[in-house]
């Protein structure tokens, strides 16, 4: 009987202790989410993405990371498409000749990483009321995913959209079988010119935005 009254103490202070310990972990996770948050719901770490997110006009030549990089592919390997289809494209532009090639028709703003993202319109899924055809869609929501990704990983990102896709498949001959929609130049921003512009933080209202119905 003794023993096991010199126990019972013992145990009951190690459970106090474990359950203060809880409480004190809870609160303190408590008290992070308290501090982070800025939305209503969860963490406000995505839209904080979203708002930092600009379009870098110049970068510096500082290399882009392999585990960066891949993390950034996955994120487009990800991307949802119409009916699963998956009509997507794309082609990594980063050794030296082939972005001296790219550079002839576009300075992609001196990039040292550059995402070609083409789609074939034949694999896509085609609306049957009015023939419209997802594969542009799907391309722009895989281009999202990696841009948003990049932001993520700490790095400068430009959508390139002012380009003749027909030259780019004549100094990237590996993309000529599919439509060129856009690229995405990645890297590190320069010291003078890699910031937003002043159009950055211009955005509509959402009284001129949306309209409930």
């Known amino acids: 009987m ?7 103490p013992k145990k009951t202070k190690k459970r106090i202790f474990s359950d ?3 409480i004190k972990n809870r609160a303190t996770f408590s008290d992070i989410d308290q501090k982070i948050t800025k939305y209503h719901y969860g963490s406000d770490a995505f ?3 979203l708002e930092s997110r600009y379009s870098c006009h110049s970068f510096n030549n500082t290399p882009v990371s392999e585990s960066k990089l891949n993390m950034i592919l996955e994120a487009g390997r990800l991307a949802p498409s119409a009916k699963n ?5 794309i082609w990594v532009v980063k050794s030296e000749d082939a972005l001296a090639r790219l550079r002839t028709v576009h300075s992609c703003y001196n990039a040292p990483v550059v995402l070609v993202v083409g789609c074939r319109n034949e694999e896509a899924w085609v609306r049957e009321s009015d023939g419209i055809n997802s594969a542009k869609t799907d391309a722009a929501i895989v281009l999202t995913h990696l841009m948003l990704t990049a932001t993520d990983a700490g790095l400068a990102n430009m959508w390139i959209w002012d380009f003749d896709p027909s030259k780019v498949r004549e100094v990237l001959p590996e993309t000529r ?4 929609y856009a690229l995405l130049a990645i890297g590190h921003p320069s010291a003078s010119e890699g910031k937003p512009t002043k159009l950055h933080a211009e955005r509509k209202s959402l009284e001129e935005l949306v309209t409930t119905l």
């Open 85 to 89: 289809l998956q009509p997507t494209k």
């Open 47 to 49: 839209m904080r993405i």
């Open 20 to 22: 203060i310990s809880k």
């Open 177 to 180: 079988n599919h439509g060129v």
């Open 2 to 8: 003794k023993k096991k009254e010199t126990l019972e």
